[in-house]
């Protein structure tokens, strides 16, 4: 079957299309060309041209000519449009006519760079060129390095590599710095929260290194959709950009389906599984001979997904993939999906980005993935020229996925997110100066921030604690320590947890962040490996190993988690007639504190077990709602607690889509009696140690956010609440009515309307 006679099928299948919530038809796209420009090297022009590639995209050319004007770049075109000729040409041509010319590339992850190399090498090979490109990263032998620092044209790394490894050892990288031409920096759309705060302070110290050498370098950034490309380059570079997004690529024609799951239960209106929905459309494809990505959400069920599509899909090749996985592991399943001897993956977000697995014909995404951006990257990957596509979302029970199926222009007619970071967060932007002192020192009115202030506060402060020493009109490193071994880039967590096979001579079989161990390999949970289940005997958390054997298990387990807020300061505040709504910093302190075992097949609950592990913490940003006496008043106390409840769980679910933000980045959580408030208080904070502006967003709109959730739970077909709405935990009547009330209220008290409706 082809993917053109599925979509026939499937329109004309009455059980799905009754499910079917919208259908979306994109028209298919023919290519718009531009000549190649007269001054490219005749090798390199002869290279792509026995590639089939006889002109360029628009976008490539647009892309080509605003670097000849020295103009740094971001290019902004959807997946498989050709992206990576926007950055190869132009600095492939300038080291073809300079050959002491650097340029650094940054990928984002190793399986990215490893790609770009593989290209490169294939390009070279033919040309002739000696253009000498290399990677350096944590697999790059001791051997190798010395060459790579002093011979290597293009030197291809990750963030955390040029963080650690580079940067801190620069004396060594003389010939790269002096001569360095370009700093490539594909995927920028994934520099946000964190990660993207990181970034931005590592681009400060690498521009500092390379002013110490005298090079100024152009930047050539590629994106995928974003609402904000420009605003974020310039955040992450600090230097003006122009953005490039008239794109050229073809395309066939997409189709788009949003699959609401049928009501099994419509008193409580709980819906059929979206796991086992989404298993049973990939079934179908795969049976099919359609080559199909299934995206997750969660490490957990590309576990079960893979483990169900395993057992219907016999004499198929069906692989799952995510973190965790050995990098051996990884480059085995990329390999056997761009030879097509992989049938189908199931996926977290690890292969959204783009990685080359070959062009797929249909995308399933269960749930929505937490981003407009990220269900476009996800869908993009489905799609080969001149044929249809089909992308799936499979929605689930939680109010924003039903907010998306009764909504669901708000995903295809509304831009992609904001990519928010934060460069000046306090905690991020002391770790980069200590990094920076190290590298070199500072002078005494050398600015590391655009405020002169802080740059000086935080030296000052620095040399009080005997880290530095000022002498001579400068700011020297004194201290023993290697700062930048103690500084991870994407998380508040430097240590990952080694799973190991105990049976099997201690092999390893993956790793996992340490945020995420205590719910995922505590003692006794199931940990599910490419369909295959393992116990884990012993969770050994000081030095950071899981222990496990194999087994076979009918069920799953998942965890539970507990969160502390504890107010440090408070910025702001509004009062209004029944809640003080405020603005701060918190303490986050996140517990694991039982598992419940899971049925494969049922999803019913056949037992539970505790968890004994050490709480995590982070501080962050917050804004809170806390409410008065009045209203508390006006209910019993078990039921006051299901409308907070009701209320936190609306609002988690429609606050990321007003504040542009992706669903893992903000957290709700409610207190019956907050340390800080002495009153129920619903706290909603940025999910990134520091905070990047989420929180204070949701302060600022909070209104709409009450509005836009209010109108959610009103649209809900259930009785008394349901997942679609206030949360699967409510049975007592009028609850519903009373979060409707609730929020009403706080819509109209934050337009200076008070009403005091629930009296």
Known sequence: MTIEQLIEYLKN????????????????????????????????????????????????????????????????TPTASGKTLCYNLPVLNFMAKHPDARALYLFPTKALSQDQLSELQEIMKITGLSIKTYTFDGDTPQSARKAIRTAGNIVITNPDMLHSGILPHHTIWVKLFENLQYVVVDEIHTYKGVFGSHFANLMRRLKRICSFYGSHPQFICCSATIANPKELAEKLFEMPFTVIDNNGAPCGKKHFVIYNPPVVDKALGIRASAVKEAAKVGTLCVKNNISTIVFCRSRLRVEIIATYLKEQCKGFSVAAYRGGYLPNERRSIEKGLREKKINAVVSTNALELGIDIGMLDCAISVGYPGSIASLQQQSGRAGRRGTDSLAIMVATSSPLDQYIATNPHFVFENNPEMANINPDNLLILMDHIKCAAFEIPFGIDELFTPHHSTTREMLEYLAQKNILKESAGKFHWMSDIYPANDISLRSASHDNVVIVHKDNHAQVIGEIDLPSAPTMIHDDAIYLHQGQQYYID???????????????????????????????EEFESKPLSIATLSLGEVNVRTKAIMFKKIKFGTHENVGWGKINLPELEMHSTAMWCSFSDEIINTMEREEAGEVFLGLSYILRNIAPLYTL????DIRVVFENRSHFTNQPTIFVYDAIPGGVGISERVYHIFGLIAQASQEAIAACSCTHGCPACIGPMITREGIKEKVIALLKNLHHESEGQTQHILH
């Not at 490219?40 to 490539?60: A, C, F, K, P, T």
């Open 13 to 76: 299948y009455e059980p799905f299309m009754k499910q079917v919530a919208a259908w979306y038809t994109v028209p298919a796209r023919q290519a718009v060309y531009a000549p190649y420009p007269d001054d490219i090297d005749e090798r390199i022009r002869n290279v792509y041209m026995q590639r089939g590639i006889e002109n360029l995209y628009s976008h490539q050319r647009s892309a080509y000519d605003a670097v000849q004007k020295k103009e740094n770049i971001v290019v902004v």
């Open 661 to 664: 933000s992706d669903y893992a």
């Open 538 to 568: 012993k969770l050994d958390w000081e030095r950071r190993i899981a222990y496990c054997h194999e087994v076979e298990s009918d069920y799953y387990t998942d965890a539970e988690e507990k969160t502390d807020i504890h107010v440090l």
